[in-house]
């Protein structure tokens, strides 16, 4: 489809149009790649756990929600010229304040199978499933508290779920690098001469304008659980096991079989 949208373009050009024409082009793609690629990833993330979605853009609100009542009433020193109602006052605030919050309600979401287990098909039923063995990130650990938090604190040792500790990433990043999307947004607005972009939301603009941030914040999240996170899913083999023919089985059986034998795993005698 693509390759034939691109063939009926050129086929399309008009001589004396031709940079009108490639204007259009341009901008289809970058608007293409901003709501279709995003969205993808933001439902790439929602398969992985809801609370991957819910933890970064709950973080998000309570940046834009913090930052403007520590601006309102202690902002006093302006932060960019795109935004004058932005301050350094707000935006300090409103990162410490999403650390916390982020931290704090991913404690709450990490208690139960919902939000943590990765969304699957099951054939059987016919529907999509959330029910699984939650992973490491999802179980209590204790951690020992760093020595200078142990004075302060009065603790030398702290229960929490190792999620907690990437949910501080997470929260960082949608409150130092996700209000730039809103400033992008606001330089736009202002190259067009708009206040909003629709006025859907009586007061507070149009849908774009209350998802200005999301869109970055979905990227870094699949980015961060490509990198970070994810790892072989031993279930997800096993079922691209099965599909493949018996030969097939057998051959990887007896390569997986001689790779255990070599790591001494098995006994060279065992039959299979």
Not at 131 to 141: A, D, G
Not at 223 to 242: A, C, D, E
């Amino acid at each position: 489809l693509c390759f034939t949208g691109f063939c009926m373009f050129v086929l399309s050009l008009v001589k004396k149009h031709y940079r009108l024409q490639f204007y259009m082009f341009a901008w289809t793609h970058v608007t293409l790649l901003i709501t279709v690629t995003q969205s993808h990833l933001v439902i790439q993330n929602l398969f992985e756990g809801m609370i991957w979605f819910l933890v970064p853009i709950s973080s998000v609100i309570c940046n834009d929600i913090t930052a403007y009542i520590f601006g309102f009433f202690f902002g006093r020193t302006p932060l960019i010229k795109l935004s004058p109602k932005k301050t350094w006052e707000g935006f300090i605030g409103g990162f410490f304040s999403t650390v916390v919050f982020g931290f704090i309600f991913s404690y709450f979401l990490a208690q139960h199978q919902y939000f943590v287990c990765p969304v699957e098909y099951n054939s059987e039923t016919n529907r999509f499933v959330t029910e699984c063995e939650p992973s490491e990130l999802f179980q209590m650990k204790k951690y020992s508290v760093p020595p200078l938090l142990q004075a302060v604190l009065g603790w030398e040792v702290v229960n929490m779920y190792p999620f907690q500790m990437h949910s501080i990433a997470l929260s960082t990043f949608a409150s130092l690098i996700g209000p730039f999307g809103g400033f992008f947004a606001s330089g736009f607005k202002r190259a067009f001469k708009i206040k909003d972009f629709a006025d859907t939301i009586p007061g507070h603009g149009g849908i774009m304008d209350r998802f200005d941030c999301q869109y970055l914040m979905a990227t870094f999240v699949h980015v961060y659980i490509t990198s970070f996170i994810r790892g072989p899913n031993p279930s997800k083999l096993l079922k691209q096991l099965l599909i493949l023919q018996p030969e097939q089985q057998l051959s990887v059986y007896k390569t997986l079989k001689s790779h255990l034998v070599e790591k001494g795993i098995l006994q060279p005698s065992l039959r299979g």
